[in-house]
């Protein structure tokens, strides 16, 4: 039996998709532990139990600001501007409900600290 070794354009295609933070998200929530919505977020980031924080663009400015406060307060924690609204947000987490911000107290198997350092590489 003789066995190609050469690949089909589709897999070729598939291996040079880009993986994003927000494409691997729907791992972190079914193997780490994720917080959702403002009062959550807040009550982990005061606890510093938080890794990431992952605002939407139209979440409210003064809530945002606050957020970031406690952030920086809980030890430097980074925060991810998410280019989308709460929907956007909500489909690509795969979620049911809308969501404004959310807070990664554990990522899981989705490795979701190595696109910050990769962001922060390229900078």
Partial sequence: AVVSTQSTGMASRRKNKQVTLIDSLPLAISTGKISFGYKSTLRSLRAKKSKLIILTQNFPTTRA???QHYCKIAGNVP???Y???NNE????AKTHHR???LS?????NAGLMKF???KAVSK
Avoid at 89 to 92: D, G, I, S, V
């Fill in 104 to 108: 990664v107290d554990d990522e899981g």
């Fill in 83 to 85: 280019n989308g609204n």
């Fill in 89 to 92: 947000l909500m489909e690509a």
């Fill in 65 to 67: 600001k606050e957020i």
């Fill in 79 to 81: 925060v991810f501007s």
């Fill in 116 to 118: 910050l350092e990769k």
């Fill in 99 to 101: 969501i404004g911000v």
